[in-house]
């Protein structure tokens, strides 16, 4: 079926442009040999297949990432098309970015077809990333593939960092901490009002902007979890352990914080009831064994990991008794504005017999 959609597609495009197919065809000939060097392992594809699968490929993905276009969705992709943009992002379904622009360029009678493609598609793709994802406006340098591209986007600014170190602790799961006192609050993506009419101030730059603040607060980014979120972290956890090149494992830390905060289903309310996160699956167990078997394929750097001064910050809080004596005090006395005049009007009438014992014992010493 993909291939019949690829086809059409394809011939959508040739016609309304003034490049045709044999200019396309010479176009992927010349740089066969290039391409195929990409890939670790030989492709046993003849040559003319290898290059028919390059303009097919090719073509359908500019076709997609081109959706102003006059182009009729005949197909009725638009319904599947997050499923397809995690397809695109997938490791083993990567083609050199140098193909795509130069397919694009010849399209579109583009002079800047690598300036105008990598917006093009960072404007498609990121849509399909899980939690906040501010671009910074500016197109990567050396850009190999999509994936690649999408990743450069997406992670943290080296200036942005935590506070990177060996990785020696972990942190408690989310119920426990609250009972140590620590609060959970959500990161938005855009700046914008509370019910109030104030300004939300609590923005996240990306999806790994977490902070643990003086008071005692754990903000998290808000991230949407659905039936793609899974396929998405696992593929970028992969990329980021077997790509040499990558010195970071900003996916792969992430996926760590959030297996140490989510033990169970029990967690996950709390999470999703303060707003860090949208559970579209419907089921917090679920969830909860979603990040635990993606604990298993991650692998941090253990002498660079991003969280580890927000690791150490919490740590040190709930060794601190007081913290936990406080938050119980907080959770059995003070949860509700009628816990609250309970223990106000208990303060009182205690008062008054203090008051009243004081006074029996001070007219019975002097009656006068």
């Not at 040499?244 to 709390?270: A, E, R, W």
């Not at 816990?339 to 009438?349: E, F, G, Q």
Request: charged letters at 25%; glycine letters at 4%.
């Amino acid at each position: 079926m993909m291939e019949i959609i690829k086809e059409s597609c394809f011939r959508i495009i040739i016609g309304g442009s003034t490049t045709n197919a044999e200019q396309l065809k010479r176009a992927m000939k010349y740089m066969e040999e290039d391409v195929r060097k990409c890939y670790p392992e030989a492709c046993d594809l003849e040559s003319d297949e290898f290059v028919r699968m390059m303009i097919l490929d090719g073509c359908f993905i500019v076709y997609l990432f081109q959706k102003n276009s006059p182009i009729k969705d005949i197909f009725n992709m638009n319904s599947i098309l997050t499923e397809i943009w995690c397809d695109l992002l997938l490791l083993e379904n990567q083609l050199p970015f140098f193909v795509l622009s130069k397919l694009y360029g010849m399209i579109n009678k583009s002079n800047d077809e690598m300036g105008e493609f990598a917006p093009l598609a960072l404007d498609n793709l990121l849509k399909a990333m899980p939690g906040p994802t501010i671009s910074s406006g500016k197109v990567p340098k050396n850009i190999k593939h999509l994936l690649g591209l999408v990743y450069d986007s997406w992670i943290p600014h080296p200036t942005g960092n935590q506070g990177q170190g060996t990785l020696s602790k972990f942190i408690r799961c989310a119920a426990e901490l609250e009972e140590a006192g620590i609060e959970f609050e959500k990161k938005v993506k855009d700046i914008g009002q509370d019910n109030n009419g104030k300004d939300e101030k609590c923005v996240a730059s990306s999806l790994f902007d977490i902070e643990f603040t003086d008071d005692a607060k754990l903000k998290v980014p808000t991230i949407d979890i659905d039936n793609n979120t899974e396929l998405i972290l696992r593929n970028f956890v992969a990329y980021e352990q077997f790509v040499p090149h990558q010195n970071s494992t900003y996916v792969c830390d992430y996926v760590v914080f959030m297996d140490n905060l989510i033990d169970s289903g029990k967690d996950v309310q709390l999470l999703r009831h303060s707003g860090v996160i949208v559970n579209w699956l419907g089921d917090d167990e679920a969830l909860a064994q979603m990040f635990n078997r993606l604990r298993d394929f991650a692998y941090s750097t253990q002498h660079s990991f991003y969280y580890k001064k927000i690791y150490d910050d919490v740590d040190n809080h709930c060794q601190k008794k007081w913290n936990r004596w406080k938050a119980k005090l907080k959770k059995d006395y003070f949860n509700s504005p009628w816990s609250l005049i309970k223990v106000v009007a208990a303060a009182v009438l205690l008062l008054l017999t203090m008051a009243q014992a004081i006074f029996s014992v001070l007219s019975y010493v002097n009656p006068n």
